[in-house]
């Protein structure tokens, strides 16, 4: 098993900045994705970026050049650096690990974190 805490959220006017941190413990050897989703009211949890183990890394098109995703100095840790804030930006924001791809993934969930953008 994989437990994820993240730290970060909060507050912030439109065009703002936040930074989103992890820290993961458990069974890491065998985790495949790093990464950090969100869900706003109303809508599905949706992508925001992901690094898998040999360094690739995606991002959702809503946040391509505004978010940056990496592995933190601290092991097992990566972050969320979040710049241009939009209030479609609004959502809870979770960490996730994964082993394995495709059909084979098994995901691991932090407990979510609230980011508000007013404009």
């Known amino acids: 098993q994989v437990q994820l805490v993240e730290s970060g959220g909060g507050l912030v006017q439109a065009g703002g900045s936040l930074t989103l941190s992890c820290g993961a413990s458990g069974s890491l050897f065998t985790i495949t994705h790093q990464g950090w989703y969100r869900q706003a009211p109303g809508k599905e949890r949706e992508l925001v970026a992901d690094?898998?183990?040999?360094?690739?890394?995606i991002y959702a098109d809503s946040v391509r050049g505004r978010f940056t995703i990496s592995r933190g100095n601290v092991k097992n840790t990566w972050s969320l650096q979040m710049s241009g804030l939009e209030p479609e930006d609004t959502a809870v924001y979770y960490c996730?690990?994964?082993w394995g791809h495709g059909s084979g993934r098994y995901d691991f969930w932090g407990q979510g974190t609230q980011v508000t953008v007013s404009s």
């Open positions: 690094i898998t183990s040999d360094d690739n890394i």
């Open positions: 996730n690990a994964a």
